[in-house]
């Protein structure tokens, strides 16, 4: 059974550009959530969608956004990069039950 | 929002002493999760406790869930160098504002020592 992948694993932006995560989680799991990892702040919740649906948020401003297709694959949207959006990325899927099961991450750093 | 709070920050051991991680919060847990990463790794889900009370153990490692469900630990026992990663406790609020939400500890950083 293929895990949650994540794409690209690394990459590197400039302040000012945005830049585009894909998550695909396990099959048939349509829950699919994105947490920000830094040393600073830790793991920090950014959103959740189910079925195409955002139903739940976490408290980071308007410039990360997220969509869920309707093969469940979800990608996040990040804009007008700072300095400070540079962490690692990472995606976890579930079944529904809020164990979750993360990809590798994609790690952004900006310069 | 629910806040855990997890000590130490840092450990670091010579393999085969014991370890032990904490996680605790002011208000009382539906359930509480625990999770590994590995140095350059992600998040690994370990186990969940959901009962008052509850211990689990997964070969060297004991989990329990103290009896007001406001407080959990995690003991490795005789700790090996495969054990070197972050511990993490995680919550989540329970019904349906939790969605794929869980709050994260800061993590306990183990070393081991060969």
């Known amino acids: 059974k293929a895990g949650v992948t994540q794409t690209p694993r690394y990459l590197i932006k400039t302040r000012g550009q945005q830049v585009t995560l894909s998550c695909s989680p396990i099959s048939g799991h349509r829950s699919v959530s994105w947490y920000q990892q830094t040393p600073g702040q830790g793991l920090q919740f950014l959103f959740e969608?189910?079925?195409?649906?955002?139903?739940n948020k976490g408290n980071f401003p308007g410039r990360f956004s997220g969509r869920q297709f309707s093969n469940s694959r979800s990608e996040m949207n990040v804009s007008t990069l700072e300095l400070g959006d540079s962490a690692l990325y990472l995606c976890a899927s579930s079944p529904g039950a809020n164990v979750l099961t993360f990809g590798a991450g994609s790690r952004l750093t900006v310069l | 929002g629910q806040q855990v709070m997890q000590i130490p920050q840092y450990q670091h051991v010579q393999e085969g002493e014991d370890f032990t991680t904490y996680c605790n919060s002011s208000t009382t847990l539906s359930n509480i999760q625990w999770y590994k990463q590995r140095p350059g790794g992600h998040p690994v889900f370990l186990i969940q406790?959901?009962?008052?009370?509850e211990v689990k153990k997964q070969k060297r490692l004991t989990f329990q869930f103290g009896e007001a469900k406001k407080n959990s630990s995690l003991h490795i026992t005789a700790t090996q160098t495969t054990d070197v990663g972050t511990y993490f406790c995680a919550i989540s609020g329970g019904g349906g504002t939790s969605y794929g939400k869980l709050t994260f500890g800061q993590g306990t950083i183990l070393t081991v020592h060969p």
């Open positions: 969608y189910f079925s195409e649906t955002q139903r």
């Open positions: 406790l959901v009962k008052s009370g």
